[in-house]
């Protein structure tokens, strides 16, 4: 059983930055994982933001907000990160870390076993 924990959300004002993190914790195979990242906004449905791979070599974006994303994960550590950058008050919503064992899809919230209980993000002057 895998737990995830996620944090360093906060209020940023608009255009400014943020990186969170989602430690895992529960299992000695983090390395065989993939990772994602979601958002859910209030009264919206959860939807993808990003994702990477087990091996790290291949990540996926949400298309609308590619240039402003990067996912990384550190499997010494068991963390995943998320880096977002020129915020907007549309990107408010809480942010969920995601983890499924082995390669497959990585994009819907169905292709996820393990959720954190997400950490708030909240864009605003």
């Known amino acids: 059983q895998v737990q995830l924990e996620e944090s360093g959300g906060g209020l940023v004002q608009p255009g400014g930055s943020l990186r969170l993190s989602c430690a895992a914790s529960?299992?000695?195979?983090?390395?065989?994982?993939?990772l994602g990242w979601f958002r859910q906004a209030p009264g919206k449905e959860r939807e993808f933001v990003a994702a990477i791979d087990w091996s790290g070599n291949e990540r996926y974006y949400q298309e609308s907000m590619r240039d402003r994303l990067a996912i990384s994960r550190d499997d010494a550590e068991s963390r995943v990160y998320l880096r977002m950058n020129r915020l907007r008050p549309e990107d408010t919503a809480v942010y969920y870390c995601a983890a499924r064992s082995g390669s497959g899809e990585l994009i819907r919230v169905s292709d996820y076993t393990y959720w954190g209980q997400g950490t708030q993000v909240t864009v605003s002057s």
């Open positions: 529960g299992s000695r195979f983090f390395n065989q994982y993939g």
